[in-house]
Nanobody, 128 residues
């Protein structure tokens, strides 16, 4: 079992920044691949970014490349998502997630079906 709790969401103007955090507990965080997803009203949950257990490899959805940065602190059991140059279309509930499977550093799952554990989500609203 893995427990995940997101924080850091809020309301920001277009062009602004937010930093989301996800606190993990219940399993060895340093062995887990971790991902961020988001879900806008009326839309399906979509992949945002993923980071390997070591932190050495990352992968992003095309629309956030160059604007978002995923990172982790294995000593603090924390996952982060730095979001810069936010756009109204980034408005969504953001979720951190982890698979139940141990992935190698080179495996970066981007499908929600590959993730077992989810946080409760944090709302990000970007005004134009």
């Amino acid at each position: 079992q893995v427990q995940l709790v997101e924080s850091g969401g809020g309301l920001v103007q277009a062009g602004g920044s937010l930093r989301l955090s996800c606190a993990a507990s219940g399993r060895t965080f340093s062995s887990l691949t971790m991902g961020w997803f988001r879900q806008a009203p009326g839309k399906e949950r979509e992949f945002v970014a993923v980071i390997s257990w070591s932190g050495r490899r990352t992968y992003y959805e095309d629309s956030v490349k160059g604007r978002f940065t995923i990172s982790r602190d294995n000593a603090k059991n924390t996952l982060n998502l730095q979001m810069n140059n936010l756009k109204p279309e980034d408005t969504a509930v953001y979720y951190c997630a982890s698979p139940n499977t141990v992935y190698s550093t080179n495996q970066l799952p981007s499908s929600a079906d590959e993730y077992e554990y989810w946080g409760q989500g944090t709302q990000v609203t970007v005004s134009s």
